[in-house]
Nanobody
Framework: HVQLVESGGGSVQAGGSLRLSCAAS????????MGWFRQAPGKEREGVAA???????TYADSVEGRFTISEDNAKNTMFLQMNSLNSADAAMYFC????????????????????WGQGTQVTVS
């Protein structure tokens, strides 16, 4: 049974940093694409960062240079280091796993991911 559990969210001042974690279990981690998504109230869920099975990363333009996606394959854990946070970054953050092969241009598309965590809240004041 696939399970993804996020942690590390919280409340920070603008300009601050947070590191989110996603612990994965129930599947072969190295064979899946992984990604971080976020959703603010009243808005659609959007892709933030993704990493494929070869370790290639993709970032949304809005977070490029501020956020870094990484993973510890031995521990089946993915991370999102978020620096220089601003009010536009406030949202519920979700980790996701995708099991299908896709074109790289769809790496941040919600519809290409199959499994989702419960989310962790990030608030910026």
């Amino acid at each position: 049974h696939v399970q993804l559990v996020e942690s590390g969210g919280g409340s920070v001042q603008a300009g601050g940093s947070l590191r989110l974690s996603c612990a994965a279990s129930g599947y072969t981690y190295s064979s899946y694409r992984m990604g971080w998504f976020r959703q603010a109230p009243g808005k659609e869920r959007e892709g933030v960062a993704a990493i494929d099975s070869d370790g290639n990363s993709t970032y949304a333009d809005s977070v490029e240079g501020r956020f870094t996606i990484s993973e510890d394959n031995a521990k089946n854990t993915m991370f999102l280091q978020m620096n220089s946070l601003n009010s536009a970054d406030a949202a519920m953050y979700f980790c996701a796993a995708g099991r299908h092969r896709i074109n790289a241009e769809h790496a941040l598309d919600v519809q290409t991911y199959n499994f989702w965590g419960q989310g962790t809240q990030v608030t910026v004041s």
